[in-house]
């Protein structure tokens, strides 16, 4: 792992484009102590010892810059890309002013307030490329969603203690479930498929459990080296696995600038000749081959290293291999962790230097070159990031004079992007360079350092927290991985409106080591108490843990944005035809009659659809028809763009012996729910009505997917009398028959169903079809006079992110969302065209809980 002459070369051109002066982080905080942050003031090169040079930093932990203390790197740390102004962390000991960090002694961090994963660190092993790129680029495949799947089951069956019976029996409750459907749907995968690949691996994990946890006299013996094990030189050791503390334990290292998931954490036993020793230790999960790589065993020892934040130092860790069941001891030494931390900082330097500001004109952001190309056509052929590797080289890196190729991998570059215009090249330059600067952006904004610099009685006063909390009642778990958790103030009352329903939150402990313990959002909140949703159970911790909740901004998501980015400029013919039309600007093409395309049978419903549009609209319907690549439906707000999108995808009804139903709606109807419920409202606050008792029992049906299944799904009759805090109405109507039914019809039905919510009413149908029952047809009429009313019909057209498929698994929708409002009024413009919707209606329902909150607050 040692630092190659092209990185120190490279290096030395990028630092020059990157030097800076030091008051351009002068927001930045700085102290001394556990968690110290250094400003670097200047920087110098000292030779020593002949041709060996070492790095001197001026730095100080004064906001004032007076008080100056000296850093000496050395034994390989001077290749740090450390330059003034530069924010670090220091590790070790200082003596009269002057740190020395060498082979022996000490880590500096740089950036440290970049927390990066043990996983991008391993990954940068044997190219750091792939590890930045990795950042930027991260998309599912077929082996990382088996392995999630794996890891899932094997969590849950050694935390509960399973026999293989239950496991086989959570094993296809996991896979056959709904948490991972969409995944599949996307890789193209069948539950059959990937349950057929999960069998094959149990056999292991039942033997695995076997040999550590349920026999502590097992054989099994490794040779596992310990600082405090036998002084004789004999590591012999059998493990035993005593109890499973943790799965998933998520820690943020501000002190290494490491962040991490613990696969598994686990008390263990260590019985040697000489004795036995106890450790909490980390275990990481692998699903692939098994190989006891560097890579792999790296993830071990930096897990080692996160450990530190919450308790005495493991010194080891432990690999498992699930496909085997075989499992490594894994010791850090000295050496591992300081090339590890020198790795680190590498990484961290590309990331923070993504971009910067041209030196001539009007100083614009640049894109910066990545980590240098490494000479190994081999691992490259077989690297996940090659595409995207090779083309930011073509359309970025050829363009910065001092950047040069290994000259065997020239070749390959051209090659593999040969098939890419200029024009190509430079629309990737320009959108990577627009999402890598929102980016920043969006980092900058969520502020995590906060968390951990600034204590939470200065951030309560800023408004940005709420301290000094501790935990009340039970745990609940409302959903899948949803968990309800209650909080008091310890002393006196929560300030005003730092906090509100709806908010997310990230929760912390308040003493150093439990930060990041969680994140969700809050539920609910009054004077003394704030009620959260998390994704994490924190009943284990102790009763007096005292807590802080910080707001946190959200995730701005350019994954999928720089995922397409790259799609885009694939070599294949569906990527081609995109980059011409979206790119090169090629004219959208179209059939010149409507008779070649349109079946007959077709013709009749085509003419149905047609009657409920103006003319403007049945001229964009056809052009759309006509379409063989794409058509654009432009026009002012109000003008029916939706209304003409809406109408090309069909929904139907259905009419059987047992009723009229609309399966459709009833699964938009469970959607809603869940999201609801999700975003903070009690499952009983919430009522389903509709007027067909078949549209009911479908309902109910789905709601039994819910964990806390106190929805109410009832008839407009069974409500008369009772209301809830939020009603959804399904009114299931989607067709052009005649017989229209009497149900609709009824205005005193009607007038219950659209009077049973307190907070907010959700009613769900089609309006062309309601529109032909009266009292319907006033009550819409009425609405949109009043500008009372909003629909959300554009959200049951969006498409999945790969092919022509619905998000839904539906026959086609005609469906309408329209809400009726309170005092807020939100239009449908408020809504942001976050091109998924989940996220759509994710955000649409937090906004909608705020609102109720509000509602509550006002009445």
Known sequence: MCLSTSFLETL???????????????????????????????????????????????????????????????????????????????????????????????????????????TTISNSIRCVRRAVLNEKFRSGSHQMLVGTILHEIFQQSVTNNLSPEKVKELANKIVYGQKYLREMYHLNLKQAEVMQEIEEYLPSFFKWTEDFMHNPANQNKMQLKLSSGDKTGDFSSKIEIVEILDIEENIWSPRFGLKGKIDVTAKVKIHRQSGVQSKIMPLELKSGKESNSIEHRSQVILYTLLNLERRVDPEAGFLLYLKTGTMYPVSGTRMDKRELMKLRNQVAFYLMHSTYKSAVGRQQSQLAALPPVIDDSQACKYCSQMHNCF?????????????????????????????????????????????????????????????????????????????????????????????????????????????????????????????????????????????????????????????????????????????????????????????????????PRFIQHLSSVLPAEAKETVANILKGLNKPQKQ???????????????????????????????????????????????????????????????????????????????????????????????????????????????????????????????????????????????????IPSLRRYPPLEKLLCHLQSEAMISFFSK????????????????????????????????????????????????????????????IKSNS
């Not at 109408?647 to 729910?673: D, I, R, S």
């Open 620 to 766: 964009a319907m056809k052009q759309v028809l006509l379409s063989k690549d794409y058509t654009l439906i432009v026009g002012m707000p109000g003008t029916g763009k939706t209304t003409t999108i809406c109408a090309l995808v069909p929904a139907p009804e259905h009419a059987e012996k047992g009723g009229v139903y609309n399966v459709t709606e009833a699964k938009l109807v469970f959607f809603l729910t869940s999201l609801f419920i999700k975003a903070g409202c009690k499952p009983s606050d919430i009522g389903v009505i509709s007027p067909y008792r078949h549209q009911l029992k479908i309902i109910t049906d789905l709601m039994a997917r819910l964990k806390e299944n106190r929805v109410e799904v009832n008839t407009i009759d069974k409500y008369q009398g009772r209301d809830k805090s939020i009603i959804i109405v399904s009114f299931v109507r989607n067709s052009n028959e005649e017989n229209l039914g009497t149900l609709l019809k009824d205005w005193r039905r009607l007038n219950v169903a659209i009077t049973r919510a307190k907070h907010k009413l959700v009613m769900v149908g089609c």
């Open 391 to 587: 083309l930011y080289s073509r359309a970025v890196e050829e363009k910065i004079a001092s950047i040069s190729f290994p000259p065997a991998m020239v070749s390959i570059i051209e090659k593999e992007t040969q098939h890419l215009k200029p024009s190509h090249l430079e629309y990737f330059s320009l959108w990577y360079l627009m999402l890598t600067l929102e980016l920043q952006t969006g980092e900058g904004k969520k502020g995590y350092k906060n968390i951990w610099m600034i204590p939470s009685l200065e951030r309560e006063k800023a408004g940005d927290c709420v301290g000094n909390m501790i935990r009340i009642d039970q745990v609940q778990e409302i959903s899948e991985g949803q968990y309800l958790h209650s909080f008091q103030r310890k002393n006196g009352a929560i300030p005003g409106a730092n906090l509100l329903a709806g908010d997310r939150v990230v929760v912390s402990g308040e003493e150093n080591g439990l930060l990041g313990l969680a994140t969700g959002y809050v539920r609910e909140i009054s004077a003394t108490k704030v009620s959260c949703l998390l994704g994490r159970n924190l009943s284990k911790l102790p009763k007096d843990t005292m807590f802080r909740l910080d707001h946190e901004e959200g995730d701005f998501g350019t994954g999928v944005p720089f995922e397409n980015l790259s799609k885009l400029m694939k070599d294949s013919p569906v990527s081609e035809k995109l980059r011409n039309l979206i790119i090169d600007f090629y004219k």
């Open 12 to 118: 030395e051109v990028i630092i020059n484009r990157f030097q800076k002066k030091v008051t351009d982080s002068c927001n930045a905080i700085l102290k001394n102590g556990l968690n110290n942050r250094y400003r670097v003031l200047e920087v110098s090169v000292k030779q020593r010892n002949g041709n060996d040079s070492e790095k001197h930093l001026t730095v100080t932990s004064s906001q004032s810059l007076e008080d100056t203390e000296l850093c000496i790197l050395r034994n390989g740390w001077e290749s740090v890309p450390v330059v003034p102004g530069d924010i670090v962390h220091l590790e070790g000991d200082c003596s009269s002013g002057t740190w020395i960090i060498d082979e022996q002694f000490g880590y500096l961090i740089l950036y440290p307030d970049l927390l990066l994963s043990g």
């Open 795 to 854: 959200l049951f057209c969006e498409k999945g992110k790969h092919e022509n498929k619905p998000l839904f698994p539906l026959s086609g929708s005609t469906m309408h969302l329209f809400l009726m409002h309170g005092k807020n009024h939100i239009t449908s413009e408020t809504m942001f065209w976050s091109g998924s919707l989940i996220l759509k209606l994710r955000f649409y329902i937090l906004m909608s809980i705020k609102i109720l909150m509000s």
